[in-house]
């Protein structure tokens, strides 16, 4: 078959695609209400690529009382046009994601029917603004309810009119009740972003992690330092240089930066599919070593600094503390002080649930890999314990059974996935089989609380599909 000429070709294409696929089309789920108010059968908080790809397997399973949310406004979700500060994504072309494998809803199809297939043929990576046009036309392609500029806030148990357990969460435009959550925040899921607390305790004028909002222009004529040697550190010295800094220096507390990006050997299907069901020390031994790593940089990351002779890398050499001296910051290191304008942080995340504002009447009871593995001595690490142990279905478990038993109804998707099943919340190469497994949580748990309801619908079910003829039949 040709390729679609133009989007709205495609779109016909997908409208086919998606009506071919639809079996079973039954509708399963009944609509509920508690106080008289419609409960969700799942609201998603989080409308980026992770929420969207969720709500899309949802949507294919006959969940079609959902919505989804999301703080920022409407094509600022995610940190594509925000604070992404790369060129490109890191992830392959041809890579599926949120499209969880219908051709027709693939990054590819959408770029040749935009930009015309010489172009994609061209293309080596994808642009990240090219990225976050193709979320938007996917979420309105796909019918996916999205309200935008809404912020969630504290979740907890209530029941429907019919006596079946729901969650009712607080949100910036009043209470709403779901039978299922879905936590598609990314990588504030289950945690926040993170700094050495003695440059978070530095005036935040002389401050930000990568993830802020920076103005890059006014560090015109600075000196930058930036603490980190992964990927988004790169960008952001790349964007300081790119601004006129008169000097960029980035920091690698390791010895030997981190130039192999192990996530690349992990993009297979056995791992991506089936790590969540192993063993928890082989969870543990690869997830360790993999993170214990870190994420490497690559080559066009690199590339983009070398070309400014005011760029210097320093590698062992940490940020072991800072001062504000003659308005200037003054970094302690192992070889000696170094003096800074401007300090920038790529030191990711930390795992702590009670930093998040929707858990904080069960973060306490949140269980984590530290309350349920202990790993041998030599595979040690502190904070790989503190990610959150995660049921098969990607729903939280009790660290004290009993306490908060309505928590395995409020299921993960984004970064605190990780130790438990790879890097299915974190990689779009990993969504098309992430995002199904977590609706399959979901529609279980739905199944699951529906079954009395259920059985009494099968015994009352009479729709008869054969006419007898009594002229026919010879009784005894």
Not at 254 to 283: C, I, K, N, S
Not at 326 to 335: D, S
């Amino acid at each position: 078959m040709p390729a679609p000429r133009n989007l709205a070709e495609l779109e016909a294409d997908v409208r086919r695609d998606l009506d071919l696929t639809a079996h079973p089309r039954a509708p399963w789920l009944q609509a509920k209400t508690a106080r008289g108010v419609p409960v969700l059968d799942a609201l998603v908080i989080g409308a980026g690529q992770c929420g969207l790809a969720v709500a899309h397997a949802l949507k294919r399973d006959r969940v079609d009382n959902i919505l989804c949310i999301d703080r920022a406004a409407e094509g600022r979700e995610g940190p594509w046009v925000t604070y992404a500060r790369m060129r490109a994504l890191r992830s392959l072309k041809d890579q599926t994601g949120p499209d969880l494998k219908t051709p027709s809803l693939t990054y590819q199809s959408w770029h040749e029917a935009r930009y015309g297939l010489p172009s994609w043929e061209a293309l080596t990576w994808i642009p990240k603004e090219d990225w976050n046009d193709y979320l938007l036309w996917f979420r309105r392609v796909t019918q996916i309810p999205v309200r935008n500029g809404v912020s969630a806030g504290r979740i907890t148990p209530t029941r429907t009119d019919d006596d079946l357990p729901a969650l009712h969460v607080e949100t910036s435009e009043g209470p709403m009740v779901a039978r299922k959550i879905v936590l598609a925040t990314g990588q504030e899921g289950v945690g926040g972003w993170w700094m050495p607390p003695h440059l978070a305790a530095l005036p935040a004028q002389f401050r930000a992690h990568t993830n802020e909002e920076i103005d890059f222009r006014a560090l015109r004529g600075k000196v930058v330092a930036v603490l980190g040697a992964g990927a988004s550190a790169f960008d952001n010295a790349a964007v300081a240089l790119e601004n006129g800094a008169a000097e960029v220096h980035l920091f690698c507390r390791r010895v030997e930066p981190m130039v192999v990006q192990p996530y690349r050997w992990l993009t297979f299907a056995g791992f991506l599919r089936h790590m969540g069901e192993m063993p928890d020390e082989w969870r543990w031994r690869f997830m360790s070593y993999i993170l214990g790593l870190r994420e490497g940089f690559a080559q066009e990351h690199y590339n983009r600094v070398l070309p400014h002779p005011n760029f210097t890398m320093h590698i062992g050499r940490p940020w072991e503390a800072a001062r504000i001296e003659g308005g200037r910051v003054v970094l302690g290191t192992p070889r000696g002080d170094f003096t800074a304008d401007f300090l920038i942080t790529g030191t990711g995340v930390k795992m702590d649930p009670a930093l998040c504002p929707e858990l904080a009447e069960c973060a306490h009871n949140i269980a984590a890999w530290n309350d349920r593995y202990t790993p041998p001595p030599e595979e040690a690490n502190e904070r790989l314990g503190q990610f959150p142990y995660l049921a098969a279905d990607s729903s939280f478990e009790e660290r004290v059974p009993g306490e908060t038993p309505w928590i395995r109804d409020i299921h993960l998707f984004g970064i605190g996935t990780t130790m438990s099943f790879g890097p299915a919340g974190s990689s779009i190469n990993a969504m098309s089989i992430a995002a199904p497994r977590v609706a399959a949580g979901v529609t279980r748990g739905l199944f699951q609380a529906d079954l009395p309801r259920l059985y009494a619908d099968l015994r009352a079910y009479d729709t008869v599909q054969v006419e007898l003829q009594a002229d026919r039949i010879a009784a005894e």
